[in-house]
């Protein structure tokens, strides 16, 4: 059997079993199968590595089913594992297990547990089918799946109410982005005449297609991307997603659904490559997502609002790193971030957990007494995100930053200063979470356990990863040649990516800036949460104010979008539902009865009528076919 | 054509056999045997099996199956193996009824053959006058009486008709062979004139045709006879008749492709005003069997759609969606069947079945999307089919065909606002008999051939 058949099918039945007799199961069966479901197929993709490593041409194909045939145009159900969708795959089904593994205990006391591993399942099945397609359709499949998914997930505990709202804010704003997708897929099939990444991608490649029509797609699927990963105007959905478990947060809200606005990029790198304008919007898009969620993130005081914004700020810089056209950067990106951002929100269910269900860190405080080991592994996420040397964060941020550097000294500013708000916000978060009194009023701090070892492994587990994550793509100046990364990637890229190497002297200043930052940040928050002691701002004036309401962007587009458009309805209710269509509706109604009447008159039952009308007809039609021959 | 053979003497052993039994005992056996036909049938027409050698004596031509006619021959087959299966026996001794049935399926299956005048002829009346019998066969029922009169004087008005019409053709072309009248036709193209005989004689046959299809302005007998007849025979006529009559007519037509621009011109008003007339009557229906009588009408609006383009030997699009609306028709029939009561023949009879059954619910919810043309069902498939086949040469038709579509959704419906529908706790009661078998089989088939329309290539 074919591989990718196994890697997609297993998720598939763990779908099947959990959603259909996983309740009937006895308890504790249903989130073991929905774990070691998601582990087979990482270790059957382990098994695939070195058919790849070993011939760089290497790929792994499998047709599927074709859909159906129009005019030539054939949409199939196409898969494969080259070297872009392998390394994304093994991101998917390894953290995908930790944070299985992790749901087992976090899950443990829900009646419905069944119900979310089939859904979780079900996710990574859809995400999967999203990285392995060998067209955009099998892409699109995967990317309303992951949203479908999203939806259910979000809204889990469905029973609050405005849960339901956050899941149903995230799906409406995911289909806004999906528009622009499938208009770019629209006109890929218009002027290419395929979905197939093999026909597309080389033929953009090849120069068919003047700039105008590449910039048009590119736009338009960046558009798609931008709902998917959170990007301005599209965010706002990402941080009100929280309402979904922790764990959902962590798999897709972090490491998985939102990058994959970024491999939808990184896979048409050859019209990004074509397309400069459209690099230039990716750029500025992303600069200021960085800016905006870092700058929030400064004053929010809900664990899991915290890490949120910090997400939508580090897709903005994996962004940034697209748009600069360092798409090995923005994929190791994509990869620590994976690593440390699914440790720092497991980490933080974790303390809710502990903490028995809350999450206002106004409440915290000085739990790493309590709690030793989710202290030390969201210690080592906090360093990894901030920055600190050697970590894995450093290295991707530091490659990011130094790529944007080559590009354009403005925006380089910007997004210094956007990696100096996030050490900010993280050492604020860690302090006021895990230092200083306890702040507790409504429960005590003896009740704060540490949890047990099916959380605890895989902050471990994504604690080493977030620690030793940079070698997968050590920098230049170090090796003296290219990353791991790098070179695994470069076969994929039909326009050959020409990193920018530096010289030593600048090289060294930019990883001085870097650990400036790092410093900056920690001494600043540590002055503020622990010399100080200042417990967490309840913000009420000036530009805290403003931050603490997230720049009142939810508002505004209640006013300047969600009003005008619930206006339009109204008129629209009036004027086409009550006026037109109710109309229409009930004037058919005194015709029917006129038609009923008549048809009872000549439907009477009487056989000399019936055939009185079929003598008249036959009369009719000879008559005037003779008349007209 | 082995299946005529065993379908009739099929037939002939049940009725002797079961002489002093009763019908229910014997149901299974009859089954058997249309299965038997069917499976011959479709086994011939895949080459798998060859009986011509026993067929000498059929003087040359006369019956004649092409592969389309012979897959449509074996869909009709199936279709009155599905009716006598689903439908309640009469309790009864003998089996008079289903023996005729069969008998009358003898004249659908040589319809679907004839390559001659003659054949068509006798192929019409042998369907026909077991019919005639069987609309009455509840001889209690004044009703089943009436219907039965009815249909035999205005079926012999029909049958007069087109005799005359059949003995036009003669006059005009001096044969009965449907491809000797073609190579007439052909010469007459070539001068460029059709003889006013051929066409007037065209005229007539088709007007017998539409008489048994029931296409408006000859359709009044059909509510009224289905009304009055048996919920079985009414099924019977609504499927076995109206798949034989248009497969025979397009088999016909083939004879006329020369004439096609000029029949087209009076067929279009006639496919027109039936789509209309029959889904606008429809919605005005109280009863459900006549709103299902008035939907076959409308039904045989949008397949007269097809037979205006030239028709080439291989009409796969007619035999799909004749498929597809048998399967539909005959899961609502029995629904029907089994739920109306003599007070209540309204789409009130379906009041919470979903509850009480949700077999039944489920198949009453394929059928309509089938017959509604819905997609995921084999009726999408083969509405699709069938006005994209019509479209080039009836533009505007197909058009109000589309109109007429979406005014049968809301008849259609009716029953799904009260299948949901309960006052107190009901109990599920389903018993599961060898019925639920074929209904499950034929409900899965809808939605199987609608997802997967690969399989139908198979079929034809």
Sequence with gaps: ?629 | MIAIAIVFFGALALLFIGLNKEEKSLKLAAASILGLAGISIFAESKGIINVDAFFTWVPAGMITFNPTAQVIAAILTVMAMIIINLMPAVSRKGMDVIALMMFSLCGGLLMIGAQHLVVLFLGIEILSIPLFVLAGSEKDDIYGNEASLKYFLMGAFSTAIFLLGATFLYGGSGTMYYHEILLRLSFAEHFGEFPILMQTGLVLVSVGLLFKVSAVPFHFWSPDVYEGSPNRIAAFMAIIVKIAGFAAFAQLLTAFVPMQTWYSNWMLPISAITVLAGNIMALAQQSYKRMLAYSSISHAGYLLLFLLQPIQENFQVLGVYLLSYGLGTAVLFYLFDKYATSQDKTVGIFTGIAYTNRFDAMALIVATLTVAGIPSTIGFIAKYQLFTAAFPTAMWGVLLALVGSAISISYYFKPFRVLFKTESDVQPSIHFTWKYVCLLGVTLSMVILGLFPVLLNWIF
């Design chain 1, 1 to 629: 059997m074919n591989p990718i058949a196994l890697i997609l099918l297993f998720p598939l039945l763990g779908f099947a079993l959990n959603g259909t007799i996983g309740h009937k199961l006895p308890k504790g069966i249903a989130p073991w199968i929905g774990t070691l479901f998601i582990f087979l197929p990482f270790v059957i993709t382990l098994g695939q590595w070195d058919i790849l490593s070993n011939d760089v041409e290497a790929t792994i194909k499998w047709d599927a089913y074709t859909f159906f045939n129009l005019d030539g145009i054939i949409f199939k159900a196409a898969f494969t594992l080259d070297r872009l969708s392998i390394w994304m795959t093994l991101i998917i089904t390894g953290i995908g297990t930790l944070i299985h593994l992790y749901s087992i205990s976090y899950m443990d006391h829900d009646p419905n547990a069944a119900k979310f591993f089939s859904f979780l399942n079900f996710f990574v099945f859809n995400m999967l089918l999203l990285v392995l397609g060998a067209n955009f359709l099998m892409l699109f499949f995967g990317w309303e799946g992951v949203g479908l998914c999203s939806y259910l997930l979000i809204g889990f505990w469905y029973q609050n109410a405005s849960y339901g709202k956050a899941a149903r804010k995230a799906f409406i704003m995911n289909r806004i982005g999906d528009l622009g997708l499938l208009l770019g897929m629209f006109l890929i099939i218009k002027n290419y005449g395929s979905l197939e990444y093999s026909d597309v991608l080389p033929a953009i490649a090849q120069g068919t297609g003047g700039s105008v029509l590449l910039t048009s797609i590119a736009i338009l699927l960046f558009i798609g991307a931008m709902g998917k990963s959170a990007q301005i105007p599209l965010f706002t959905w990402l941080p009100d997603a929280m309402a979904g478990p922790t764990p959902v947060s962590a798999l897709i809200h972090a490491a998985t659904m939102v990058t994959a606005g970024i491999y939808l990029v990184i896979r048409c790198e050859a019209l990004y490559a074509l397309a400069p304008i459209a690099n230039e919007f990716i750029l500025w898009i992303g600069l200021a997502t960085a800016l905006i969620g870092a700058l929030i993130g400064l004053r929010q005081n809900d664990i899991k609002k915290v890490l949120a914004y910090s997400t939508v700020s580090q897709l903005g810089f994996m962004f940034v790193a697209l748009g600069v056209g360092a798409y090995t950067t923005a994929l190791f990106h994509v990869t620590t971030h994976a690593f440390f951002k699914a440790l720092l929100f497991l980490g933080a269910g974790s303390v809710i957990h502990g903490v028995h269900d809350r999450q206002d860190i106004t409440q915290m405080g000085g739990l790493k007494k309590m709690m030793p080991l989710t202290y030390i592994t969201f210690l080592i996420g906090t360093l990894a995100i901030s920055g600190f040397p050697l970590l894995s964060g450093f290295f991707s941020k530091d490659e990011i930053l130094a790529s944007v550097f080559h590009h354009n000294i403005v925006a380089y500013i910007v997004l210094v200063i956007a990696a100096l708000l996030t050490a900010t916000y993280m050492f604020r978060l860690l302090f006021l979470t895990f230092h200083g009194e306890f702040r507790g009023t409504d429960y005590a701090l003896k009740d704060v356990h540490e949890s047990n070892w099916k959380m605890t492994t895989p902050l471990v587990v994504l604690a080493v990863l977030s620690i030793l994550g940079g070698v997968l793509n050590l920098p230049h100046y170090l090796l003296h040649t290219d990353g791991f990364l790098a070179s695994w990637l470069r076969p994929t890229f039909l326009i050959f990516e020409n990193p920018a190497h530096t010289d030593i002297t600048t090289e060294i200043i930019l990883i001085g800036v870097a650990i400036s930052i790092f410093l900056f940040g920690f001494i600043y928050s540590r002055s503020r949460y622990i010399t100080k002691n200042m417990s967490p701002e309840q913000s009420t004036a000036g530009i805290e104010k403003v931050l603490s309401n997230k720049f009142y962007i939810d508002e505004f587009y209640q006013k300047a979008i969600v009003r005008p458009i619930e206006f339009l309805g109204d008129i629209l209710f009036a004027l086409v539902d009550t006026l037109l269509l109710y109309g229409l509706t009930f004037s058919v109604h005194p015709i029917l009865r006129f038609i009923g009447r008549f048809n009872r008159k000549i439907q009477n039952g009487n056989i000399e009528y019936y055939l009185l009308y079929m003598v008249g007809a036959i009369a009719l039609l000879l008559g005037l076919n003779l008349l007209f021959a």
